[in-house]
């Protein structure tokens, strides 16, 4: 990988990081950003993926990044942890 996508991948796992620490509220919505660490911008039209983790790596839903990178899930499970999986250019960042 190299420098630019590194940063890119930090940079996202810090933001997605920092969502998901306080996403799963009772209002059971996952609301969070996806930033372009290279341009600083954020990433609209990556692809973002809810995993809920268990048995396994089951997809609990699927979105896109809109034009300020913001992607949003309805949590139907809260007492069970989630993964967030972006994909940016073809590469799949998780956090």
């Known amino acids: 990988m ?3 996508g590194t940063k890119f991948a930090r940079q996202a796992c810090i ?3 920092l ?10 919505t996952l609301t969070g950003t996806v930033k372009n660490g290279t341009s600083n911008k954020p990433a609209a039209g990556d692809e973002v993926v809810l995993l809920k983790l268990g048995r396994g790596m089951e997809e ?9 990178g913001t992607f ?10 989630h993964l967030v ?8 960042y998780h956090r």
Do not use: C, M, W, Y
């Open 15 to 17: 933001v997605l990081t």
């Open 19 to 28: 969502l998901l620490a306080a996403a799963f509220s009772p209002a059971e």
């Open 2 to 4: 190299n420098f630019a």
């Open 85 to 92: 999986r972006a994909i940016h250019q073809g590469v799949t």
């Open 60 to 68: 609990a839903g699927r979105t896109k990044a809109d034009a300020k």
């Open 72 to 81: 949003s899930f309805k949590v139907d499970d809260t007492s069970t942890p």
